[in-house]
């Protein structure tokens, strides 16, 4: 390992909020009456990932993107609802999702004994804490860095000059990104001048301009950089 630090994402990296956004959102709408279904999904998902792209370039607070969105998902069913109520039962649903990725506990309690780990994601932070100790990673990671709390998001520059300026003895050489979004992860680590380490496990081409150093389909990977 040549790395000192490692800079972990969390959803879709080391818990798999694929499954629980399902969970949460079969939840919710279920007990609004409203089927969970492929349209559905995916009309949440478009408007979702669209809000959280804005909060990605700074155009949206994440307070905004989350108390917002429920709002604008139910008036595309021509529902009316109280769209930061939603968001909170939608919340309590969603911060049991702990499934991890992969072999993820196991990795990082081994890659623990052989660099300083750290948390870096964007999202609601009493969620991503909880999510975090309740999976049992929390352990494993020296900081944990969460857009909420630092009043910056990935990939701003801003966000990252947080996290290194509390990394002792910190240096972009001794130091990677593991991520599976190439907007945020990749480009954040890319803004930094730090190495990137994409996690793609579908095997997605890279048809950005966005080229990470190192891209991986399986976590266990890692150990080989």
Do not use: C
Not at 128 to 142: A, D
């Amino acid at each position: 390992m040549k790395y000192k630090n490692l800079l972990f994402d969390v959803d879709d990296t080391l818990l798999d909020f694929q499954d629980a956004q399902k969970v949460a959102l079969k939840f919710l709408f279920e007990s609004m009456d409203i089927p969970y279904n492929e349209e559905t999904e995916k009309m949440y998902n478009t408007m979702n990932q669209s809000r959280w792209r804005q909060f990605e370039q700074g155009i949206l607070t994440s307070e905004q993107v989350v108390n917002g969105r429920f709002g604008i998902f139910f008036n595309q069913l021509g529902i009316e609802v109280d769209s930061v109520e939603m968001e909170r039962n939608y919340r309590q649903y969603l911060k049991e999702g702990i499934k991890p990725v992969e072999n993820s506990l196991e990795l990082v309690n081994s890659l623990s004994k052989q660099a300083n780990l750290f948390i870096v994601t964007n999202g609601i932070a009493e969620t991503q804490s909880y999510r975090l100790q309740k999976s049992g990673l929390m352990p494993y990671f020296k900081d944990v860095f969460i857009s909420e709390e630092l009043n910056a998001q990935k990939p701003s520059i801003n966000f990252f000059n947080t996290v290194f300026s509390r990394i002792p003895y910190f240096n972009k050489e001794e130091t990677a990104i593991i991520g599976d979004s190439l907007t945020s992860d990749i480009q954040g680590g890319i803004n930094a001048g730090i190495d990137t380490i994409w996690y793609n496990p579908k095997r997605k081409e890279v048809k950005d301009p966005v080229m990470p150093t190192y891209d991986i389909a399986h976590l266990n990977e890692i150990y080989d950089l």
